[in-house]
């Protein structure tokens, strides 16, 4: 099991409000002010002690550690916050079955397999809060000698994920890249093995921004052949070890790789926390969700300058009720940091995520603030 372990306490609460994204926090990990303007310090969760569990997104792995070692720094280390990067999919499954306190998920709960309904029934028949608590790019990185960077459109991507499209001097690629010395290769698509909402935010935009994708948005991808790869650093592991590989990952994790600009409208456009930020903004929410729940469906089709729709919307999944006084209290406390100024600050500098706006945070924290026991 890969379980990233820290001790730390948790944090307090705040106000509420709506939702959208920010764009002027979300452009440099290094800037020390953010959008959202909650806070953290208050005195009354500082005498916490024991273990919180949770589990889900690897994408969220380094912003799991950043937030753990706010906690850290803020307190004498009385409580344990255990989060283990096994997967949306995992997370999800680990949640609803009462292993781990909350989940961190890539995708939102539905019904489609009956996880929403689950989870619900794991609640004690309360609808789960999901709250976004990390917004990132999702980079299209290879490793091919001698190109350094390459654009390309939502066809031509789907096309080589889909086997259809298999050598790096193809003309769908060198009509798109002119200047590029590409070789007369084998590509080696490199996918996620794993249940995975990076694979559902990937095929979903494969999906809707382009024509050449036949299968469903789903946490197990569709097409057999190519690599494939347990967790984020399995797929950069293997991308960065092949040759003409390509893969997806979550932006903050692909290091030295070189990444797809992708084809918005007549542009191409590199992954940057801006980009992702201006899509998620201009998304709505999605249809049918309960007041605790701030799932939105992405726009994967936009043409808007600047935006980047490879994206992904990572969640906390919880309930809103615990049976047990200091498991609420914990759950409480650590998602209340999450979602504060402070907690998205610290994620920003660590993974190169977008902040949350005021509006989101201050309506999360809302949400947050009313969990209980019961």
């Not at 948790?10 to 002010?33: H, K, Q, R, W, Y």
């Amino acid at each position: 099991m890969n379980r990233t372990s820290f001790r730390t306490i948790v944090a307090p609460s705040v106000a509420v409000l709506a939702l959208s994204i920010s764009l002027s926090a979300c452009g440099a990990g290094n800037e020390t002010d953010t959008a959202s303007g909650s806070d953290t310090g208050s005195s009354e969760t500082t005498g916490l002690s024991g273990d919180l569990n949770g589990a889900g997104a690897s994408s969220q792995e380094k912003a799991q550690g950043a937030w753990a070692t706010g906690f850290q720094g803020m307190n004498d280390g009385n409580v344990t916050v255990n989060y283990d990067p096994v997967g949306s999919g995992d997370g999800r499954t680990n949640f609803i079955s009462g292993g781990v306190s909350f989940a961190g998920s890539d995708s939102y709960l539905n019904d489609d397999e009956g996880e929403l309904s689950a989870a619900k029934e794991r609640c004690n028949g309360e609808d789960p809060i999901e709250v976004p608590a990390y917004v990132s790019p999702i980079a299209v990185a290879f490793n091919l000698e001698g190109v350094d960077a390459l654009n390309l459109d939502a066809d031509t991507i789907a096309q080589i994920f889909d086997g259809k499209i298999t050598k790096w001097n193809d003309p769908a690629i060198a009509d798109q890249n002119p200047d590029a010395d590409l070789p007369d290769e084998d590509i080696t698509p490199v996918h996620r093995s794993d249940d995975s909402g990076t694979t559902k935010n990937f095929t979903d935009y494969l999906g809707k921004a382009s024509d050449s994708w036949p299968y469903e948005a789903e946490d197990a991808f569709p097409v057999k052949g190519g690599e494939a790869a347990e967790g984020t650093s399995g797929v950069i592991s293997a991308i960065s070890g092949g040759t003409g590989t390509i893969g997806y990952a979550d932006e903050s994790q692909v290091g030295d790789l070189s990444v797809v600009s992708v084809k918005v409208g007549e542009e191409y456009v590199a992954p940057s926390a801006e980009g992702a930020a201006l899509v998620v903004e201009s998304s709505p929410a999605a249809e049918g969700r309960a007041d605790v729940d701030m799932a939105v469906d992405i726009d994967r089709e936009t043409t808007e300058a600047g935006a980047y729709p490879v994206v992904l919307l990572s969640y906390l999944i919880a309930c809103q009720t615990y049976e047990d006084q200091a498991e609420a209290d914990l759950v409480k406390g650590y998602l209340s940091y999450i979602v504060s100024d402070e907690g998205q600050q610290a994620a920003a500098e660590e993974a190169g995520s977008a902040p949350l706006s005021s509006s989101v945070a201050e309506r999360a924290q809302g949400i947050v603030e009313g969990i209980s026991a019961g």
